[in-house]
Each structure stands twice: as structure tokens, then as C-alpha cells.
């Protein structure tokens, strides 16, 4: 059973910092693609980024490319998305996601969600 528990999140003031991560577990191959999307209040989920896990290739919404930075590390099985300069726009809850297979996530061929975490910049 695939689970995806993010953490990190928080209140921040505007022009600050956070990271967030996503510990994995019961993803059974090493060919899969982990992501963040969010999602504000009254607004569609949007994809943020992704990595893939076998070549750690990366692919971001171009808006946030420069202030957010998606990485992982293998040994702890955990996804990380540091963000910076961080606006009140980007206030959302932010959801770890995955899929197996090579191709870039996308909000319907995400096949395992996390529950999301609370990201709220103060203006």
C-alpha cells in the first residue's frame, strides 16, 4: 500500500522560506514520478513540480521556476520542495503526489495522493 505523508508546513511572512517533504512508502518500483501540487482557497489544483526517481530529471510550473526547488533523497525515501520568496499567492494546501511510469504528473494521472499540508504567507 502506497502511503505519501507531507510535513512542513506552516505560517510564513511574505519574502520567506519553507520546506516542505514527503516521506514515501510502498512504491514497489524505481521507475516513478513524485510531484507537488497545490491548491488555494476557491481555485482548481494546480501542479507545482515533479522529479523522477530514477534519473531525478525535474519539471516545474514555469511561473515558480527560481523560487521553488524540488529535490529527494534516496535513503530516506523523501521528496522536499524548498521555496523561497515566498508570496501571499502562494498560500494553498500543498499535496505530495505520485504515479509509476515516466511521463510528468498531471492532476488525472496521479494515482497516490497525500493529504496535503497547510502553506499560509502572511502579506
Known amino acids: 500500500q502506497v502511503q505519501l505523508v507531507e510535513s512542513g508546513g506552516g505560517l510564513v511572512q511574505a519574502g520567506g522560506s519553507l520546506r516542505l517533504s514527503c516521506a514515501a512508502s510502498?512504491?514497489?518500483?524505481?521507475?516513478?514520478?513524485m510531484g507537488w501540487f497545490r491548491q488555494a482557497p476557491g481555485k482548481e489544483r494546480e501542479f507545482v513540480a515533479d522529479i523522477y526517481w530514477s534519473g531525478a530529471s525535474t519539471y516545474y510550473k514555469d511561473s515558480l521556476k527560481g523560487r521553488f526547488t524540488i529535490s529527494r533523497e534516496d535513503a530516506k525515501n523523501t521528496m522536499y520542495l524548498q521555496m523561497n520568496s515566498l508570496k501571499f499567492e502562494d498560500t494553498a494546501v500543498y499535496y505530495c503526489a505520485a504515479r509509476y511510469g515516466p511521463s510528468h504528473l498531471s492532476s488525472g494521472t496521479v494515482a497516490f495522493w497525500g493529504k496535503g499540508t497547510l502553506v499560509t504567507v502572511s502579506s
Open positions: 510502498g512504491l514497489s518500483s524505481s521507475s516513478y514520478v
